[in-house]
């Protein structure tokens, strides 16, 4: 099945400065790929989406870009906030008669004012 | 629209009790998926219904066991519980084609003691 692989687990940044999260995915069919936040005692909160027909996507100071040959795709955020401090998931979703969505292991993102 | 909703938000049981949690969807979803979210192991996948029917299934034991009505809302028992079962879950309503975005909601903390 699919193996979504993300690093680091933890990122520390300064307000202002950008932070890019990085995921690794297993199964050449999955062709969805979506990023998620999760604040303490929330459930997880779609940010971005890509399918794997386009290679980048942005939407305001959030981008995510993708490289289906090597299999990894990255979120990048500008300008980071104080309330972009959160926990980051990314997740694959194959094709086919067992589609789901995998989940990688989440980073938890500090952004020091 | 209202987001998706779950009752109990908090719930505390023993070993060896039962317990059902409900989830509604996004009025118009008729895609439901169950997740498990734990420390050590993340966001995991526990199964998904679509119309009634359950579509698709991850690897936990059959103490885990769903059902959607025909309102898209649905329920998710677990029996024999078990410590291990103490997690945060979760469910995502989308409206049921492949690839569409999951929406979550706030999740129901289990304590298992």
């Known amino acids: 099945g699919e193996n979504v692989e993300q690093h680091p687990s933890t990122l520390s940044v300064q307000e202002g400065d950008s932070a890019v999260i990085k995921c690794t995915y297993s199964?050449?069919?999955?062709?969805?790929f979506p990023w998620y936040k999760q604040e303490l005692g929330k459930g997880p909160q779609l940010i971005i989406d890509?399918?794997?027909?386009?290679g980048e996507k942005k939407d305001q100071r959030i981008a995510v870009t993708l490289n289906k040959t090597a299999k990894h795709f990255s979120l990048h955020i500008t300008e980071t906030q104080p309330e972009d401090s959160a926990v980051y998931f990314c997740?694959?979703?194959?094709?086919?008669?067992?589609?789901?969505?995998?989940f990688g292991k989440g980073i938890t993102l500090s952004v020091r004012p | 629209k209202a987001g998706v909703t779950q009752t109990p938000r908090y719930l505390i049981k023993t070993r060896g009790q039962q317990v059902t949690l409900s989830c509604s969807p996004i009025?118009?979803?008729?895609?439901v998926s169950w997740y498990q979210q734990t420390p050590g192991q993340g966001l995991q996948f526990l199964f998904e219904?679509?119309?009634?029917?359950?579509?698709n299934k991850g690897n936990f034991p059959g103490r885990f066991s769903g059902r959607q009505f025909s309102n898209s809302r649905s329920e998710m028992n677990v029996s024999t519980l078990e410590l291990g079962d103490s997690a945060l879950y979760l469910c995502?309503?989308?409206?049921?084609?492949?690839?569409?975005?999951?929406?979550f909601g706030p999740g129901t903390r289990l304590t298992v003691l």
């Open positions: 995502a309503s989308s409206q049921g084609s492949e690839g569409d975005t999951q929406y």
């Open positions: 199964d050449s069919a999955s062709n969805y």
């Open positions: 890509i399918r794997s027909n386009v």
């Open positions: 997740a694959a979703r194959t094709t086919g008669a067992n589609s789901k969505l995998t």
């Open positions: 009025s118009g979803h008729r895609s």
């Open positions: 219904y679509f119309s009634e029917t359950q579509r």
